[in-house]
């Protein structure tokens, strides 16, 4: 019950009080960062479930590159509704990643992680080379999501007619955050974080007492690329465009470095380190030429001084590890 | 009487070493069988072989009657035959009662759904885990 009333209040925050500071400070620009956060933070969630198994993704981009496209090319070529497209895309991703992850799935450390950094690339080739996705050019002029009614009320309205599209696309991200990290807590309190956990200390013994680890590790990555792909296409909605350089290898280290910095030991860490690591690249802008220096810098000096990420230095989440 | 185990021109190459070379005994039930030998006669490639966390180049292990020699080791685990490890093996991150409970899964009788979404098959078995688990620290004083 304090856990529902803490979700309760962090979702009143986020969701009243956020927008009342920028109405107050007519910062709007930071909707669209705010955003940026929230869905990055998602497809950051999924890598750190892969984690959760004992496997290093640095592949989620190419998911958030393959949720972008399906639901550009559902909604451009098929007439589908975004919202429609949007578990759509996350589905796509889930049964592309069940097919990718039944061979690479047997690898562990670094090669596994060396497969899925190759993972992004190839998406990103294949998005150039393949003519539903218009190539180099992308995709442009997506429409905006447009409404639900249902029995003719309108529970979502057109987005394309509001007047402040930003804070609406904001309140879905903080929404499907906030189901995000609510599932993803749930599964990690459950008996099935359990046995991922114990897939990730040692899977010889896990199968020994009976768990299905191939399943289960394939299951933990279908999960984690929904989440990239969900991520993506929310992405690809805001913009109204997609192109294959939309996510790159860059996006999936960062996705990684999201749950480093927050904390691979804690269900928040990837949404804690995601905000941080976002704001602190932008804060850094000041420094000019020497931003990726620093940057570089303070993170590698987190890593030695912090290795169990930012969370860990709260005492309440040391109590209630993960 | 039927042999409960019975493992039949048992032999595991790899490459060019042979490791377990025809090897073929049956265990009755109720009955204790050891295995000896001096290092690298492979033994423990015999009982991998039999836990099916290897799989025979020849030969074939059957459990009444049935083979279960190429099935994926959770599966023969969940059929009974069990394996322990050499060196002891624990979840080394988990604290010790866990580690007691998650031995408990081959008694599971919810799915993974079913744990996720707290079904009242799952709340039983996480009952029952818990309570047997406690037992157990409880009799070897460590509870």
């Given at each position: 019950m304090r856990k529902l009333g803490a979700a309760a209040a962090g979702l009143a925050v986020l969701l009243v009080g956020v927008p009342w500071a920028i109405a107050a400070t007519g910062r709007d620009d930071l909707y669209y960062t705010l955003t940026s956060v929230a869905l990055l933070s998602i497809a950051s969630a999924g890598v750190w479930l892969t984690f959760f198994i004992g496997r290093i993704n640095i592949g989620q981009g190419a998911y958030a590159l393959i949720g972008g496209y399906v639901a550009a090319i559902l909604v451009v070529?098929?007439?589908?509704s975004f919202w429609l497209t949007l578990p759509l895309a996350g589905l796509f991703c889930a049964a592309a990643s069940i097919l990718i992850g039944l061979?690479?799935?047997?690898l562990r450390g670094v090669y596994f992680a060396m497969v899925t950094l190759v993972l992004t690339e190839v998406v990103r080739l294949l998005a150039l080379a393949l003519p539903i996705t218009n190539g180099a050019s992308g995709m442009v002029n997506i429409p905006l999501p447009g409404a639900i009614r249902l029995f003719g009320i309108?529970?979502?309205?057109d987005f394309a007619k509001l007047r402040h599209p930003h804070l609406a696309f904001y309140i879905v991200s903080v929404l499907l955050m906030a189901l995000c990290f609510g599932g993803l807590y749930r599964l990690v309190h459950s008996r099935v974080g359990k046995l991922c956990r114990s897939l990730q200390q040692n899977e010889e013994l896990a199968s020994s007492i009976g768990v299905d680890i191939a399943w289960l590790r394939v299951l933990a990555y279908a999960v984690s690329s929904f989440l990239g792909g969900v991520g993506g296409a929310v992405f690809e909605a805001i913009s109204q465009s997609i192109y294959p350089s939309s996510f790159t290898v860059t996006d999936s280290v960062n996705f990684m470095l999201n749950c480093f910095l927050g904390g691979l030991g804690y269900v928040f860490g990837p949404m804690i380190g995601t905000f941080v690591l976002y704001f602190g690249w932008d804060l850094l802008f000041q420094t000019g030429e020497y931003q990726l220096l620093i940057y570089s810098t303070l993170l590698i000096a987190l890593m030695l001084f912090l290795p169990n990420g930012l969370?860990?230095?709260?005492p309440v989440a040391r109590q209630s590890e993960t | 009487m039927t042999d409960l185990l019975k493992v039949s021109g048992l032999t595991k190459r790899f490459g060019g070493l042979i490791a377990v070379n025809d090897v073929s005994f049956a265990v009755q039930e109720g009955e204790i069988v050891s295995i000896i030998g001096p290092n690298g006669a492979g033994k423990s490639t015999v009982f991998k072989l039999v836990s099916s966390f290897l799989k025979p180049s020849v030969g074939e292990v059957r459990l009444r009657g049935e083979r279960?020699?190429?099935?994926?080791p959770h599966i023969v685990a969940r059929q009974g035959v069990v394996r322990t490890f050499q060196e002891t093996t624990v979840f080394k991150g988990m604290t010790v009662r866990d580690n007691v409970i998650i031995a408990h899964h081959l008694r599971a009788r919810a799915g993974l759904p079913g744990f996720y979404l707290g079904s009242s098959a799952a709340r039983r078995d996480e009952v029952e885990f818990a309570r047997s688990a406690d037992e157990i620290l409880e009799f070897l004083g460590l509870g």
């Open positions: 070529d098929y007439g589908l061979p690479i799935l047997r309108t529970i979502v309205p969370l860990s230095l709260l | 279960i020699s190429g099935l994926a």
